[in-house]
């Protein structure tokens, strides 16, 4: 069940009237669990005995935790968490790309490796919820948190159905305690809720999905498109992924401040970023800082020296790509990332031992540089993600930086630039949010309310025919 469907709208007006007439909080809490379960079992309700074990498993763990003193004990029950949410998301997303990948190194070799395989269903959103049970149990381990008793909000924080299927990852020290919070009705907390929504619809359906047109052709026959198409290709993909997901981010915000929560922000601009580093801490931000949490503090960060710090940014970047899906574009994108990460440092402290160099790349012409070079870097290394293949990628990147000849993009070029402009609107907006929500505060209210009433009615008029399913759904 998406957030742009029908269906949503109407499941949804259920569990925002029915959650506001209800006055005890116990009452609401079990309400939501309910409608969470029952807007994750829209899609295959089978599923939801993943949910029920790893909610289970990772709040018995807690509390055994927060039980024991001995360290032993402590490891084992650690280790029944990780084993069952790692197990869980190994068999499901990557059981079939490790068993193909070993026939394949086989063939290579010549040696016989026969193996029966069969189709696994990925269980939508269980690389998110997961990830997320498992940073409560370490939390718990590591002393950071206390674990709740309450094992409806646990239950509740595991599978809130917002942030359910494609985040953000919440951590439990910051939505455990909202839920012991007594929730009261606020047209301010209203307001802004529906303008979070009202503006990642808008991202979805009127720039992403229509950046398809300009992508999915392109990238399902990378041969048979001049240059300049695969530019514009992959530049549409960037576009299209970053407001896809960014508008998924806003939708589940803005949901979520309806019924009184607060999620945490995913998305701060990445496309204005100056350089790799700042890009990748405004980027999906709740995973990045749980791998940095759960992956590069623990492997040292940059404590040990230089080397140490390069080899934790490489493996961090690969995790990241590989945690978005079984197959090795995704593998080699991360490791893309974190060599440009390792190259960005170098580059920052070859600037810091030159003053004059460093103090250019910072006024507004250097700057207007660098957001260029990140923009134009990540959108190149981005075909690596999307393309069907590593050969694919490859001969798609060598066509961009020579000249090819070949077919047009099949779309009216226009819709495109349209996009184009309204993301780098959106983007300087944004860098002067400050002085734009003064001038919006100046407006009257039926002002206000009829601009966001002509966005939202833009959203559903540019939507495509033909609806796309949220792209970090697959993941």
């Not at 069940?1 to 959650?19: I, W």
């Not at 159905?161 to 919070?181: C, E, K, M, N, T």
């Not at 810091?352 to 290394?381: A, H, Q, Y």
Request: charged residues 15%; hydrophobic residues 50%.
């Amino acid at each position: 069940m998406a957030f742009c469907e029908l269906r949503f709208f109407v499941f949804f007006l259920v569990v925002f009237s029915t959650y506001w007439i209800l006055r005890r909080n116990t009452l609401r809490k079990s309400w939501l669990l309910i409608c969470s379960y029952a807007f994750y079992a829209a899609w295959d309700w089978r599923f939801l005995t993943l949910i029920l074990l790893s909610t289970a498993v990772d709040y018995l763990a807690a509390i055994g935790l927060a039980k024991s003193n001995r360290l032993l004990n402590r490891r084992i029950l650690l280790g029944a968490s990780l084993i069952t949410n790692l197990g869980l998301l190994g068999f499901f997303k990557y059981f079939g790309f490790f068993v193909d990948s070993a026939q394949e190194l086989m063939s290579v070799l010549g040696l016989p490796f026969n193996t029966q395989t069969f189709n696994i269903i990925l269980p939508v959103g269980i690389s998110f919820y997961t990830f997320q049970t498992l940073s409560y149990t370490i939390d718990v381990y590591r002393g950071k948190i206390t674990p709740t008793r309450n094992l409806l909000d646990f239950a509740l924080f595991v599978c809130f159905f917002p942030q359910l299927v494609a985040g953000p990852i919440v951590r439990a020290r910051s939505f455990l305690p909202q839920l012991d919070r007594i929730k009261r009705w606020s047209w301010s907390r209203t307001q802004l809720g529906m303008q979070y929504f009202i503006l990642g619809l808008f991202k979805k359906l009127a720039i992403a999905d229509r950046m398809a047109y300009y992508c999915d052709p392109v990238f399902a026959d990378v041969g048979q498109f001049d240059t300049g198409s695969l530019w514009m290709a992959a530049v549409a993909f960037t576009i299209q992924v970053y407001c896809d997901f960014s508008g998924y981010s806003d939708m589940a915000i803005g949901t979520a401040n309806l019924l009184g929560y607060r999620l945490t922000k995913n998305f701060q601009m990445p496309l204005a970023a100056a350089n790799i580093t700042d890009f990748w801490r405004r980027w999906h931000i709740s995973l990045s800082s749980w791998v940095r949490d759960y992956v590069y503090f623990p492997l040292g960060g940059s404590r040990y020296g230089q080397w140490i710090t390069n080899r934790n940014l490489i493996v961090t970047l690969t995790l990241i790509g590989f945690w978005h899906g079984a197959a090795w574009t995704f593998v080699l994108f991360g490791l893309v990332q974190g060599l440009m990460l390792v190259i960005h440092g170098h580059f920052r402290r070859f600037c810091s031992g030159r003053p004059r160099l460093n103090s250019w790349l910072k006024t507004g012409s250097g700057t207007r540089l660098r957001i260029g070079l990140t923009f134009f870097s990540f959108c190149s290394t981005l075909v690596i993600f999307r393309a069907n293949s590593i050969g694919d990628a490859f001969l798609m990147l060598k066509q961009m930086f020579s000249a090819v000849e070949g077919s047009g993009v099949p779309m009216n070029e226009r819709g495109f630039w349209y996009a184009l402009a309204i993301v780098f609107v959106a983007h300087w907006i944004g860098h002067h949010q400050t002085a734009f929500v003064r001038m919006l505060d100046c407006l009257p209210s039926p002002v206000r309310g009829f601009g966001y009433a002509s966005i939202f009615t833009l959203a559903l008029v540019l939507s495509p025919e033909i609806d796309k399913a949220f792209i970090y759904f697959q993941f």
